[in-house]
């Protein structure tokens, strides 16, 4: 059916120019070719440039196919075509026997093949290229699934997203590789198969499906289905539909103010729907520019900005943090596919990246510089899992970024502050050295997202789950073999009742949502107070929350913990992935601990705990805590229905806050500390004065820190905590720095009800302020009424202080 050579002799340049398909193809790659007059004018000159362009974007340009990464890049997508092109057997249910069409990810799994096949068709270097077996086998392969199930009148059945996305975008990538080869008379046939499957009704109405990353990509399906069908029509359809995914949302899939990113309307989204968001619009943007169907909606710019505000925030060293890749983190090794790279935080931060240099191309210089100054670091950073080596990208995506790696713009460093992302209740805290993000779960945002067969686990990811890395250390934590071998029940961070779970607990699609409204924060952009009213899933417990994010450390505070399920509650410190056969030191209180598999030890009262190569913790006054060393084996298919089954063991360091069965108003209080060493540590559980906890209560969280000057303050309720009052719930931020303080105050129950707060301290004058923020009375002390909007915003002042006092 589809037998090629084991090995293909050498093209010449002359024989390799002679095939018109290859010539457009060298065009592309940069290498001097010109491109055949059918592409370049005619009839259909106004679909000429942007096929080229989708061209190029598939197969790269300026780039030496004999060179390293690329001559190994192209030698392996020549060594898959062969495979693929030899294992092919048409039967009627399936066009490989490991593929069969129902499920339906089946067909877009035959079409990714055939994609395959095409590039290792059009590229040089890949033994196969201008093959007219291999060639012949992809037109087979295309009118196979064709006549059996991708054709007008088939009813869908099983996932939407296969139909109208997954098989059309690779169908028509395919089409275009052998535009030539594929002739009118298949192409009208393939065309209309999309046509019925992805109708111009899938780009009407802004909702259901047709939201989001997804609406981009159903775009994207028209959009070039117009193009190779030279429907100019079809072209503007998809042009214009793009306009409602530009304004940022207040409700619902798409881009906030505050960076943050949904989809599905209740899971925070920005590793993965996002990417798709940024990868398919820098596609569209680059495919139609310079045509009479260029996108000139100014709206776009929306896009452009959210590189900066939505998503770098959530790239660390190059990987894009787990808290925002909804169902994608139980993925991994797929059975089917297990030559496959292994999908991670590093492989997603990766196509991110990729998808932001995308999008480089359509900013202006100086917004283009930026950019590459940003990807430039995160490739210089990435000591974990390189970009440049990544063997998922093709020649295309590699060849951006090397250009990029290689150019003039600075590295820019990673950077130092802190992002609160209210509408997707994730918080991210930089300090020079580390990095940490915690995720939480409200009735706007769910507990866990499970569907198809996937994440069915993942219960707790938004109970307050903490996740830290360091600057050169931390980067594999959750890259390696973290989702299948750790305890579902014991995330880093959270409080859980150790009550039994179903796999997909509350539902699919994030459907288990809590049923609170106070979650939130406060930032000055450096540091943060950050709260969740905790409910959790299938249980009774309940608890409130907060993360006081300062300079050296993460102030983690639980109080009101209170449950009736008749089982343990814990609060989990962390659980330190420690690798396959990791054994780190782990010091507590000055003492070395035994170092073997299965060690365990209580402690009445920890002072302080340090894990060798990691950082550690500290715990004021002392609190009773639970250390375990275990090994842990699981697999990929224990969290996905399609994972390898492939055992995978682990070490883990565990550390347990125990608060016993059924607890009752139990409380917590330690601090993080990434990177510190021993003699830090221990110098801060030594000093009473560091810290003062002036509340951890129900009602109250708050905490003061006198050499930064800080104060900052959860209202779960009304109340007074230190030197602030509050007549309603708010976190507020209080920074006192010699003659000048700073307030800022959020309402994360979003009520938009105005919040009247007191600063007991004598004020000179307020000498800037948020236009939410009221002065109503200055002297003795301030007093402020602040109408704080429905978004969780951070609205603040600047206050002028009398010389002679100090903070208070």
């Known amino acids: 059916m589809c037998a090629v050579p084991s090995s293909t002799p050498a093209w010449t340049r002359r024989g390799f120019l002679a095939t018109t398909l290859a010539a457009t193809t060298l065009g592309a790659l940069g290498l001097g070719a010109a491109p055949p007059a059918a592409v370049a004018a005619g009839p259909d000159g106004d ?28 030698r392996r997508t020549g060594e898959q075509a062969r495979a693929h092109c030899a294992s092919m057997r048409p039967a009627a249910g399936s066009l490989w026997p490991d593929a069969p069409f129902d499920p339906p990810a089946g067909i877009t799994r035959s079409y990714a093949r055939l994609f395959t096949m095409a590039q290792a068709h059009a590229q040089p270097g890949t033994g196969l290229t201008g093959d007219p077996a291999l060639a012949a086998g992809v037109l087979a392969g295309l009118d196979h699934l064709h006549e059996r199930v991708y054709h007008p009148g088939t009813v869908r059945y099983g996932n939407w997203w296969e139909w109208q996305i997954g098989s059309p975008r690779l169908l028509l990538d395919t089409a275009a590789l052998l535009h030539d080869a594929v002739g009118p008379a298949r192409r009208a046939r393939l065309l209309a198969a999309v046509d019925y499957f992805v109708p111009d009704s899938a780009i009407g109405p802004y909702t259901g499906t047709s939201t989001g990353a997804n609406r981009v990509d159903l775009c994207r399906v028209v959009a070039l289905r117009g193009v190779l069908g030279e429907d100019a029509a079809k072209v503007a359809l998809a042009r214009d539909a793009l306009s409602p995914v530009f304004p940022l949302v207040l409700k619902g899939d798409g881009l906030y103010a505050d960076g943050s990113f949904i989809q599905h309307t209740w899971v925070a989204y920005s590793g993965t729907y996002g990417c798709v968001l940024l990868d398919g619009l820098g596609r569209l943007f680059a495919l139609l520019r310079g045509s009479r169907w260029e996108i000139t909606d100014p709206s776009r710019r929306v896009i452009h900005d959210s590189v900066e505000n939505a998503f770098a925030p959530l ?11 909804g169902r994608a983190i139980s993925r991994g090794v797929q059975a089917a596919d297990r030559d496959a790279p292994v999908q991670s935080d590093h492989q997603r931060g990766h196509v991110l990246i990729a998808a932001i240099a995308l999008l480089a191309a359509d900013v202006g210089p100086a917004d283009r510089e930026r950019l590459h100054g940003m990807i430039k670091g995160w490739i210089a950073r990435d000591t974990t899992s390189p970009v440049l080596t990544d063997p998922q990208f093709g020649g295309a995506d590699l060849a951006r970024l090397a250009a990029i790696a290689a150019g003039p713009a600075p590295a820019a460093p990673e950077p130092v502050g802190h992002r609160l992302f209210a509408a997707m209740d994730r918080a991210v805290h930089r300090r020079p050295g580390w990095a940490a993000a915690v995720a939480m779960a409200s009735d706007r945002v769910t507990h866990y997202e499970n569907g198809n067969g996937e994440n069915p686990r993942g219960w707790h990811t938004g109970a307050g789950m903490l996740t830290w890395w360091g600057a050169g250390h931390g980067g594999d934590q959750y890259t390696d073999a973290f989702w299948p071998t750790v305890d579902p029940y014991r995330l880093p961070g959270t409080t859980v009742s150790a009550v039994p779970l179903a796999d997909n607990q509350g539902g699919g699609w994030g459907a288990p949502r809590p049923a609170v409204r106070w979650v939130g924060g406060v930032t000055d952009g450096e540091y943060a107070a950050v709260g969740q009213h905790l409910k959790g899933l299938g249980s009774t417990l309940e608890a409130r929350k907060s993360w006081f994010f300062a300079d050296d450390a993460v102030i983690c505070l639980g109080a009101g913990i209170t449950a009736r399920d008749g089982t343990d509650v814990e609060t989990v410190v962390d659980n330190r992935n420690l690798g396959a056969a990791g054994t780190p030191a782990l010091t507590v209180d000055g003492e070395t601990q035994p170092g073997h598999d299965g060690w365990t ?20 006054g002392g609190a009773p805590l639970t250390v375990l060393r275990e090994t842990r084996t699981g697999a990929w298919r224990d969290i996905n229905a399609d994972g390898s089954p492939t055992p995978l063991t682990r070490r883990y360091l565990t550390l347990l806050r125990p608060h016993g069965i059924d607890p009752e108003d139990a409380c917590h209080v330690h601090l993080l500390m990434p990177g510190a060493s021993p003699g830090t540590l221990a110098d801060r559980a030594a000093d009473p004065g560091w810290l003062t906890v002036l509340a951890n209560t129900p009602d109250l969280q708050a905490v003061h820190i006198p050499s930064l000057g800080l104060t900052a303050v959860n209202f779960w309720a009304p109340g007074t905590a230190g ?32 919040i009247g707060l007191i600063w007991h301290y004598p004020v000179r004058n307020v000498t800037s302020q948020d236009p939410a923020v009221e002065v109503l009375e200055v002297g003795s002390l301030v007093r402020l009424r602040i109408r704080p909007g429905t978004a969780c915003a951070p609205h603040g002042c600047r206050l002028a202080l009398p010389p002679a006092r100090r903070s208070g």
């Open 47 to 74: 679909f000429a440039g942007p096929r080229r362009r989708w061209l190029e974007l598939t197969l790269g340009t300026g780039f030496d196919p004999a060179a390293e990464p690329y001559a190994t890049v192209l």
């Open 315 to 325: 790239i660390h060293n190059g990987l894009v943090m787990d808290c925002v890749s």
């Open 601 to 620: 030890e209580s402690f009445d009262r920890a002072h302080w705990v340090h894990l060798a190569g990691h950082g550690g913790y500290v715990f004021p």
């Open 723 to 754: 030197p602030l009052t509050a007549d309603a719930p708010a976190s507020v931020l209080l920074r006192h720095n010699g003659p000048t303080a700073t307030l800022h105050v959020a309402g994360p129950l979003r009520t938009g009800d105005p």
